[in-house]
């Protein structure tokens, strides 16, 4: 059904190469090259600068690769679909931001396809900028972001609202306080988050209003690991700034502490993104419900 010319577009375009896409498609270079020529002829342009160093993609080039790479994604997916249908399973594609971390989402990841036999869930972790590439492309059927998204042909569900906490073993002396201060925090050793793309450093958002900067804090690690900061804090050697759902366990069990930040809230939220318009709910509906259960079931805890 896929035109073959599309599989053969692709492989030039991610090997720059004729010969070795001939050898990885099992066709022969001329093969290869007569259909790179087809393409050229039928749509009009140049797709391809043919270099000593290999196949350049031309600018109008690149155009018909993204468009190409689309089509055959759908192909993809419907395939997986069909498949699917026969079998009787369902599957949802969840795209989710790198640096997004809650407890309570992880959770609803695992419950959903226990609560929806038949049904199971593709979770990919991704930047910002490769996550709406991807629901562009449906290769997703949703995201999960902490961000309020701007673009008019997505719709967006705010999940939960986290505000960052000072966290630390539930046998520190900064546990006996109900409220935390700047000044408590200079007199602590601190591990943080790695600051990425989309995720500001933390202790920066927090001091920022005060007028103080990171300099003045004893900040003695960072890491993208959210279970090593974790551990570290349960040592009662080290205290962190993190989202409180990333430790609504471990505050649930009594294996970590979490108080407020005094004078300041930082909020970050739990969003649900997917395209407007989108003709069955059902998934998105449900999701939402299970979220919103666990969540009144953890505070009522």
Known sequence: MLDSRIRTLLTVAETGSLTKTAEKLKLTQPAVSHQIMQLENELGVAIFIRRKSGMELTQEGQIVVDYAYRM?????NMKKD??????QKKRYAIGM?????????????????????GCFIALSSESIRNLYRMLDDHE?????VGHVPELS???????????????MSPSHPLAKKSMISAEDLKREKIILPSPR??????????????GLTADQFNIVLETDNYSTIKRMVRQNRIVSILPESSCRFETQV???TTRPLENIVVSYP????????????????????????????????
């Open 72 to 76: 055959y994604q759908m192909y993809f």
């Open 82 to 87: 069909i498949h699917d249908r026969q079998i």
């Open 197 to 210: 793309p989309g995720n500001e450093e933390r202790l920066q958002k927090v001091i920022e209003p005060l």
């Open 140 to 144: 997703v059927n949703c995201l999960l």
């Open 153 to 167: 042909d997505v719709s967006s569900v705010i999940l939960d609202t986290d505000n960052l906490v000072c966290v």
């Open 97 to 117: 931001e790198t640096s997004l971390n809650n407890a309570l989402l992880e959770q609803v990841l695992v419950e959903y396809p226990t609560d929806h036999p």
């Open 254 to 256: 009594g294996t970590l």
């Open 270 to 301: 739990t969003v649900l993104v997917y395209p407007k318009g989108l003709d069955d709910m059902s998934f998105i509906n449900d999701f939402v419900a299970k979220y919103n259960e666990l969540k009144c079931q953890s505070k009522n805890h």
